[in-house]
């Protein structure tokens, strides 16, 4: 296994607190940050590395032996940096999120349309089947957005469940952990847990994730090993769907009331027909330092 001096881990904490801020917007996937950071399927290898052999691997050989064998020293790294974001920005997420929504939303966008081409680079050779596998891809990540959030659930179980579905979201380029959450109405009890300290409900919701953390990453292992190119092309039309959910210009078409949450029904138009003040200018600031971030991540992922 490639030995990393500090320096290195260093950069993967930081990769880890970009992935982390990410997923802390509902509908832009800490995936995508992992993919053109250069650490996507090491991600994904080290999580497929925790089974049974590692368990026999740790009684036979001790427990370097099997950290070493986790790649250890990288999840740590990556899941520091992520816990880092997470508690340090969800209060800052939230308020930009309703003071300043389209600054924040143009930001994420440019990003995102950055890693599409970053993502498609990555094919070796677009053909006629890559091509309707990436329409494939963004049309179901399109629907996904479209489809109205629920009324916010607290019970346990569904709490388990939704961190289950939101890790498998998270780990697929394109797909946002957080706004499955939206959609089934566990985003606003996860969030108010991290500001409150209810950890609880961290637990549960953490031991959710890493059920659908062990389970959906064995199959991206193997259509990574088997169809790669296939899957790059899947993933790339997941990125460029998503793009329906954060464009930064929307009008309320309705609202509905669960109990004391008001649930609002969006849809997109363009700035001219935005009713408010649209930030053309911020917006646009926004988005390409959004884009030129892709570039440098893409930069920083030669220093593993």
């Known amino acids: 296994m490639e030995k990393r001096n500090p320096l290195q881990y260093f950069f993967i904490t930081l990769k880890g607190m970009a992935m982390g801020v990410a ?3 509902p509908g832009v996937s800490g995936g995508t940050i992992a993919f053109v950071a250069g650490i996507y399927e090491e991600f994904i290898t080290a999580i497929n590395s925790v089974n049974l052999s590692l368990l026999q691997t740790l009684k036979k050989e001790g427990f370097k032996a099997a950290w070493e064998k986790l790649n250890g020293n990288f999840l740590l790294a990556l899941f520091l940096g992520m816990m880092i974001s997470i508690f340090s920005f969800a209060k800052l997420i939230s308020w930009l999120l309703i003071n300043q929504p389209i600054p924040l939303w143009s930001f994420f966008f440019g990003l995102v349309v950055a890693s599409v ?14 091509v309707i596998i990436f329409l494939i891809g963004a049309a179901g990540a399109f629907y996904i957005t479209t489809l109205p959030p629920s ?17 498998c979201a998270m780990i697929l380029p394109g797909i946002s952990g957080s706004f499955i959450l939206v959609l089934l ?26 059920f659908g953390l062990l389970s959906f990453a064995k199959l991206l292992k193997w259509m990574f090993n088997n169809y790669k190119d296939i899957t790059l092309a899947l993933l790339t039309g997941f990125i460029m769907g998503s793009l329906n959910k954060i464009w930064p210009w929307k009008t309320i078409l309705d609202t509905r009331t669960y109990g004391d949450k008001v649930i609002t029904i969006d849809k997109n138009v363009l700035p001219s027909a935005f009713e408010g003040e649209p930030q ?20 920083l992922a030669s220093k593993k």
């Open 185 to 210: 109405g566990s985003y606003k009890t996860v969030l108010d847990a991290v500001h409150e300290r209810d950890f609880k409900i961290i637990i549960i919701f953490s031991l959710g994730c890493l």
């Open 280 to 299: 053309v200018l911020f917006a646009i600031v926004a988005a390409i330092v959004g884009f030129a971030l892709i570039f440098t991540l893409e930069k």
């Open 23 to 25: 997923e802390l917007v």
């Open 117 to 130: 081409f970053m993502v498609a680079k990555a094919v070796h050779k677009w053909n006629f089947i890559k």
């Open 151 to 167: 009324a916010n659930s607290e019970g346990l179980f569904f709490i388990f469940l939704s961190g289950a579905l939101a890790i």
